[in-house]
């Protein structure tokens, strides 16, 4: 039976994904839009490198840094104090970010060579301008980040998780106008790109200050202590490390050829969906509960939410695979098909994203286990670890640059997940080895489970709905990815399944 702390999890989880696959949909509504626009060009990656400086630097603040600082700090504070912090860490952080904003504004050939060294002179596609509304956003970017982390901090996760969406919708709507008036796709996306930024973070000021006590009176110091620097800047170097992978990534495709940068990004944004809405939302949601559990030290509930994480994650993430890699070619034509993106195109996207798809497991298991270390007032050892092994990653990619080969590259992604989850499982001490060897038996039966139910959706779509396809109305691949859905959503119901079978079998 499941517990109500357990059900907690999953009901916050659930709301989070709710908000986080419609920002996620909106967000592949502007890679569709970028791929129909810009097809695999140098413009599109230039328009790609515009988008990643505020992106990264959301996702940094809120997988990171502030998250891991402010959440545990916010909760243990009291109302009035939980606001006054709010306020100071907005003011620190908008600062210091405007400072990167203004380097940004200064000097943008740095940061395009940075994010993609392989690009020719990309600045001379940008007018001043545009340059600025890039470098205003970024500050944004930072204040977002921290009215999340109250918000989250709040178990307020739906309202949190829109920021993504407003964010997107506010790109969708400039590469519409530049569609269908005036075709100046690089200026409209720089003003969608500021406007998105400011819409996000009024929205959630707006919600906090829905519920916020009023602090202008009164006087507590300065809150934002030594300690909580150190698990910032500890927090941030550390989801900095992991974000910068795929960044990382991009940068090495841009040596590869035009349009390398725009197809790997395409590709990793396509295995992010599932991973941001199915996987990781059970990291950010189980953080907070298990910063409690340990503040009380309460062993078992701690052990039993990060136990409770780690098997949904496996379930979901062993279904995305399993039922990923088959029907990836159906998802990539249905959304980049119809555009500039050719066949030659649309198959590489779908190579490199089969590829990528091998990394979701081991990235569930990562995220959870630093999660578990972050609550547990750890994260330099997750920062030392990520530090270490970011070491080899050079070394991963280095086959596939040396042969100029983009599937030898993207196959550093999951190589490095995987060091990552094992080194990080290890770090949890000995308890959660034991834990992760006592769970291998489970972890197995759901594999065969989800793989039989794979298994049986492969075959229909090879022996039914491929070779009468000319019985079928509409377009194959959506009745492909129509089947992939459904045979998602057994896979995950046969997992979970398995998992409470095996719970009752054990009491």
């Known amino acids: 039976?499941?517990?109500?702390?357990?059900?907690?999890?999953?009901?916050?989880?659930?709301?989070?994904?709710?908000?986080?696959?419609?920002?996620?949909?909106?967000?592949?509504?502007?890679?569709?839009?970028?791929?129909?626009?810009?097809?695999?060009?140098?413009?599109?990656?230039?328009?790609?490198?515009?988008?990643?400086?505020?992106?990264?630097?959301?996702?940094?603040l809120l997988s990171g840094g502030i998250g891991v600082a402010l959440v545990p700090a916010l909760r243990a504070a009291s109302p009035a104090q939980a606001a006054a912090l709010f306020r100071q860490a907005s003011l620190a952080f908008g600062?210091?970010?405007?400072?990167?904003?203004?380097?940004?504004?200064?000097?943008?050939?740095?940061?395009?060579?940075?994010?993609?060294?392989?690009?020719?002179?990309?600045?001379?596609?940008?007018?001043?301008?545009?340059?600025y509304a890039i470098a205003l956003a970024i500050p944004l970017a930072a204040l977002s980040g921290v009215s999340t982390a109250a918000l989250n901090a709040r178990d307020r996760f739906f309202v949190a998780g829109c920021g993504t969406l407003f964010?997107?919708?506010?790109i969708i709507a400039a590469l519409l106008m530049a569609m269908f008036w005036s075709r100046s796709y690089l200026s409209l996306l720089c003003a969608g790109i500021l406007?998105?930024?400011?819409?996000?973070?009024?929205?959630?000021w707006i919600a906090l200050r829905g519920g916020a006590p009023r602090v202008m009176q009164a006087h507590h110091g300065l809150l934002l202590d030594r300690r909580l620097i150190q698990g910032f800047v500890a927090g941030l170097a550390s989801a900095s490390l992991l974000i910068l992978v795929p960044v990382a990534l991009r940068a090495g495709a841009s040596w590869l050829g035009k349009g390398e940068l725009a197809a790997f990004n395409y590709a990793i944004k396509l295995v992010e969906l599932p991973l941001g809405i199915l996987i990781t939302t059970l990291a950010t949601v189980a953080f907070p509960r298990l910063s409690e559990a340990h503040d009380h030290n309460d062993a078992t509930a701690f052990d039993g939410i990060l136990k409770s994480g780690l098997q949904r994650a496996l379930v979901l993430s062993f279904a995305v695979v399993l039922?990923?890699?088959?029907?990836?070619?159906?998802?990539?034509?249905?959304?980049?098909?119809?555009?500039?993106?050719?066949?030659?195109?649309?198959?590489?996207?779908?190579?490199?994203?089969?590829?990528?798809?091998?990394?979701?497991?081991?990235?569930?298991?990562?995220?959870?286990?630093?999660?578990?270390?972050?609550?547990?007032?750890?994260?330099a050892q997750v920062l030392r670890r990520t530090a270490l092994i970011m070491l080899v990653f050079p070394l991963l990619c280095l086959p596939g640059l040396l042969m100029a080969d983009p599937i030898a590259l993207m196959g550093a992604l999951p190589v490095f997940h995987c060091i990552l989850a094992i080194s990080l499982m290890q770090a949890l001490g000995r308890e959660g080895v034991r834990s992760a060897r006592a769970q291998l038996y489970?972890?197995?039966?759901?594999?065969?489970?989800?793989?039989?139910?794979?298994?049986?959706?492969?075959?229909?779509?090879?022996?039914?709905?491929?070779?009468?396809?000319?019985?079928?109305?509409?377009?194959?691949d959506i009745w492909r990815v129509l089947l992939a859905g459904g045979v998602f959503a057994g896979a995950v119901a046969a997992g979970l399944l398995v998992l409470r079978f095996a719970d009752r079998r054990r009491r």
């Open 442 to 476: 489970r972890v197995l039966s759901c594999l065969f489970a989800i793989g039989g139910v794979a298994i049986v959706g492969w075959l229909t779509d090879v022996l039914v709905v491929k070779p009468f396809a000319v019985l079928l109305p509409g377009s194959l």
């Open 323 to 379: 039922c990923g890699i088959p029907f990836v070619d159906a998802v990539v034509a249905i959304l980049f098909g119809a555009g500039r993106v050719g066949v030659d195109g649309l198959a590489h996207i779908t190579s490199l994203t089969q590829i990528a798809l091998l990394s979701v497991p081991w990235v569930g298991i990562a995220s959870l286990a630093a999660a578990a270390l972050n609550a547990r007032r750890l994260p």
């Open 195 to 204: 406007a998105g930024a400011l819409l996000r973070w009024v929205s959630q």
């Open 1 to 60: 039976m499941t517990s109500p702390g357990q059900r907690s999890l999953l009901s916050a989880g659930l709301f989070l994904s709710l908000a986080l696959m419609a920002g996620r949909l909106a967000g592949f509504g502007r890679e569709v839009l970028l791929a129909s626009s810009l097809g695999l060009s140098e413009q599109a990656d230039i328009a790609i490198v515009l988008l990643t400086v505020p992106d990264l630097l959301v996702n940094l």
């Open 167 to 170: 964010f997107n919708l506010s």
């Open 95 to 131: 600062a210091l970010f405007a400072v990167f904003g203004l380097c940004f504004a200064v000097l943008p050939g740095l940061w395009f060579w940075l994010f993609a060294p392989g690009l020719q002179a990309p600045t001379q596609w940008l007018d001043s301008w545009m340059i």
